[in-house]
């Protein structure tokens, strides 16, 4: 693993401060208690014959990458996600007909978006129905993305449950007018107004 950043300095700056409190605090061992799953925790407490357990420093760098890159990415990309899909209201309703097509779905907006996306001429056409999908939104080879199946099942989650729930739901501003930001792991939209 690679040592943490150190352009914070050693006191870094509050909210990463604050981070790495709120990890070392979760990395306490504590008893088990049953059916508890408790990654922090087993991470402190794990090692092997070869290798030594991680250091604090590890263990705390851990946590914040795995909290970064689990809840930044994965909330910018549902917002990208609905944007997309509700660009051409086409989607949206072939995905209301046939709620089968959202894993496909959910893949063709990762393929989409790891391109340029909104707003700039498209990677091809958006299929929602397209197989094989080989892309490269998580990366490749022994470095790809960790979290990449619990990414999937997110955003299938959450797409099924806004087409049953919300049915109805809409872009309230031009797709012109969706504002990207920059500056974050996978980027994201600053905000996605819609009605239903
Ligand atoms: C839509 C959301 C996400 C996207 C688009 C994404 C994308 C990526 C990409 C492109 C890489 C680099 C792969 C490479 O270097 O070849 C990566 C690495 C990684 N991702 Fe994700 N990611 C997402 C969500 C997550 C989540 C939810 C987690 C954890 C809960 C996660 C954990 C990681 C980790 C730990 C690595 C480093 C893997 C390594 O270096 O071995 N990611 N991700």
Avoid: Y
Wanted: charge should be positive; hydrophobic fraction near 40%.
């Amino acid at each position: 693993m690679s040592p943490p950043p150190t352009t914070t300095g050693s006191r870094g700056r509050p909210r990463t401060r604050r981070l790495r409190l709120l990890v070392r605090r979760h990395s306490q061992p504590r008893p088990l208690r049953p059916g508890r799953v408790d990654l922090l925790s087993d991470l402190a407490t794990a090692w092997d014959d070869d290798e030594p357990p991680l250091s604090e420093r590890e263990l705390v760098f851990t946590g914040q990458t795995l909290l970064i890159a689990g809840h930044e990415t994965t909330t910018n990309v549902i917002g990208k996600m609905v944007a997309l899909l509700l660009a051409d209201r086409r989607r949206w309703e072939r995905l209301l007909a046939d709620p089968s097509l959202v894993p496909l779905a959910v893949e063709e907006a990762l393929r989409f978006d790891a391109e340029p996306g909104i707003g700039v001429p498209a990677p091809g056409e958006m299929r929602l129905d397209r197989s094989p999908n080989p892309h490269l939104a998580f990366g490749a080879g022994p470095h790809a993305c960790l979290g990449q199946e619990l990414v999937r099942t997110e955003l299938r989650t959450v797409l099924h449950v806004l087409l049953r729930r919300l049915p109805s739901l809409e872009l309230a501003a031009p797709t012109a007018d969706l504002r990207r930001l920059e500056g974050l792991a996978v980027g994201g939209l600053s905000e996605v107004p819609v009605r239903w």
